[in-house]
């Protein structure tokens, strides 16, 4: 089968397309034909020897844990999908990988099956991004119908998604972005626009429920000083002190949760490089024949600050069903 593979950690350039034989699956796995292939901020970090520890084998070795495609093959112990059914989801992770390539083998709880609302294209840009907003809005910020959420750069991987979730449980969902995304994203759910760029988002919001933090830095106390007393401000990008936690808390009556994943470690690094993409999302079909340009040119444009870590497949799947997440 046809393959990128990373024959060393040295950037983007050391990913070569490579004729590999076909992975068969064990007991309690599945073959998925791959149709497209989501590209992370961690696929490129992993190229560039960054986290090594979250590949599973050694060089040469086949990036990508996004996917979307349609089952070809399964093992003896799954009776979840059949082969001809149209999944997505995200390999493993640490290790797994292998969504460059025209097959891959996951494990049933790996994937779910693909809404038909979605093409392959989108929903193999949805796991990564789409996982990491589920677990800020309902695991740590207890979201539910009816409360004020303000989501931050929500144009972006994680914020769109989020946006989409918030809307679809009936809260009232604000959102922060440059101007030429406001249409994107009152079409996508949200009742109330910022532009950072002209308007400061404390002068306009005032006594919400919930924040989701990508952005860090000031925004985040920014963001504790107008959030109701008892309401809660999901951050990611970096970990807030012991010290601020208590402080926020007292003063404000506050709740400032940090999001734990490998992404943080991501960002973290993300903060430190002077050379980072900016694009807001990117993901690349993989077909057949697939041609590493192509996945270089889209690994130089991925966004920072996506999370990656366990994908919630069931709910992640039953929400988005009916809101197309790009």
Not at 303 to 316: A, D, K, Q, R, Y
């Amino acid at each position: 089968m046809n393959a990128i593979h990373l024959q060393e950690t040295s950037g983007i350039d050391a990913l070569s397309h490579e004729e590999v034989p076909r992975p068969e699956p064990e007991q309690n796995e599945l073959v998925i034909r791959a149709h497209a292939a989501g590209v992370n901020p961690l696929d490129w970090l992993i190229c560039r020897g960054v986290l090594p520890h979250l590949r599973d084998t050694e060089l040469p070795w086949i990036p990508g844990w996004d996917v979307s495609g349609v089952v070809e093959a399964v093992g003896s112990g799954v009776s979840e999908f059949a082969p001809g059914d149209a999944v997505c989801g995200m390999a493993r992770l640490p290790g797994g990988g292998g969504a460059y390539a025209e097959y891959i083998t996951v494990t049933a709880d790996e994937i779910t099956a693909k809404p038909s609302s979605l093409s392959h294209l989108e929903a193999a840009g949805m796991p990564m991004a789409g996982q990491t907003a589920f677990h800020a809005l309902y695991e740590a910020g207890n979201l539910s119908q009816g409360q004020d959420v303000l989501v931050h750069a929500a144009a972006g991987g994680v914020g769109h998604m989020a946006v989409q979730f918030a809307a679809n449980t009936g809260a009232h969902v604000i959102g922060t972005a440059s101007g030429r995304n406001e249409a994107f994203l009152r079409d996508i759910g949200v009742d109330e626009f910022v532009n950072y760029r002209k308007e400061q988002f404390e002068d306009e919001v005032n006594d919400v429920d919930l924040v989701v933090d990508t952005v860090g830095g000031d925004v985040l106390e920014r963001s504790v000083k107008i959030t109701r007393p008892g309401g809660i401000v999901v951050t990611l990008p970096e970990p807030p002190s012991e010290a601020g936690i208590e402080r926020y808390r007292e003063e404000y009556g506050v709740e400032v949760r940090f999001l734990i994943s490998y992404s943080n470690q991501i960002q973290q690094h993300c903060n430190r490089s002077s050379s980072m993409p900016n694009r807001e999302s990117s993901s690349q079909e993989s077909p057949t024949h697939i041609h590493c340009p192509k996945y270089r040119m889209h690994l130089r444009g991925v966004p920072t600050g996506m999370c990656v870590g366990s994908l919630p497949s069931i709910l992640l799947a039953k929400t988005m069903t009916n809101r197309s997440p790009i």
